[in-house]
């Protein structure tokens, strides 16, 4: 430890402060003279505030002055937004935003701050509640030019909707990078205007969105298509038409889809044909919009039975996919269904599954395949680890297939012989149930007797 620099042991103390609170530096200067020094003579460890309902208001504006002009990483929890208390130490805060390099706060405590003070220093935001900016938040005061260019934000997470873009349009900009939105279940949508939300964010690599409720599609959408050329990650979760959103949206590069649970809601006289997700995969096929790179995807409660032959006509376009995680009742056997262009298991284990994009095997590079709460015929799981498991023989396995699966997730033991069971461990690295019999199963087996006593013991 002697021989570490002092920057990794800086590194180090800001881990521990970000872990256990700046209570961890006293501690840390008792060690020697060398940490002590480190602490000392390092501004920006004193610069990680957290102001909790519990904090020490005289502790808080004694670390506020030893930060002196470090950049300043600012938590400041909803309760102690509030409390009469903390108003020295809050407003001591507000004076020093221009140094604000990471805040998570209320709406209320950011609107009291001057975005020209911020405009070059800010790099991550979190908004913990909704709310509107005061009225000065973005105003110039007298002389001051207004500041050039895009912003520093990176990072932007905002809680609430504002469809007059009082935060929006000078939060959102090309230079941001991960933006979640959380617009509430208590707001009515368009989608034009999140669209237009995503066309000031080009270059973002990480989009969330949660809990969004759209309205019906308005007349004029059909030419729409916000381009988010850099975009790697995008996640919606509870949102009422997911189908709507991602029609209009083309990220080649996206590398990670995350779809679901979908919300349960539509207005009344709602097109129904939006709750399906037939219209985005359609789409998503097209070229320009194919994600050539998509190596995740993950849908959960959002499908519905028909989007099933379209879902496949979407894998076959990926060419790079690794992982499929797929949680859905719509995916459960039908008598209806059996054939490799309207079943998904019978698609993987086809020579042909992706006969309608890349050609030859569907999903090639495939590794992993999750599935839950889907009721399936066992001989069709077996077929898949047959032609595709990593321990599939040539011999025994379907000649020319991809050998990469190699684990398989879900309701494994509710069908199939203990003959084919065993065969499918065989076959693969991992074959995992997750029912609630073989969950209880595997944490008696972890804890074992001498676990167990251990335990008791300790």
Known sequence: MDDLPPEILATAFEIGVLTWGIRFLPAVCLV???????????????????VTKSSKVNR????????????????????????VSMTPVLAALIRRCSRWAKATVSSEIFGQCRWTAMFNTLEELQLSTPGVPGELFFKLSENEIPPSGSP??????????????SWTKHLLSPSLQHLCLTPGFDNKIPVINMLDQLSRTPNARVIEFQQVVYQNQPAGLDSTVVHLDRLISLELNFINYPSLLLSYIACPSLQKLIIGPRLQYEPAGHDKSLTTLAPFLSQWCRPGFVPTSLHTLELFRCMQPSDIPYLIRFLAQLPSLVVLDLDDEALDDSPERITDEDNVFRALSSPEGARSGIGGWLCPLLMAFHFENVNIRFQDLLDVARARGCNSSSTGGVSGAPRTLRAVIGLLCSEGAMEEAKELRELLEEASCNCWGCALDMASKYLSKPMRDHHLIH
């Open 32 to 50: 020697c003279r060398d940490w002590n020094s480190v602490v000392q003579n390092t501004p920006h460890l004193w610069g990680i505030i957290q």
């Open 152 to 165: 520093a934000l990176r990072v932007l997470s905002m809680i609430g909707w504002y469809e007059d873009g």
């Open 60 to 83: 808080l504006l004694d670390q506020i002055l030893k930060a002196k002009d470090a950049p300043l990483s600012v938590y400041i929890s909803t309760l102690a937004s509030d409390m």
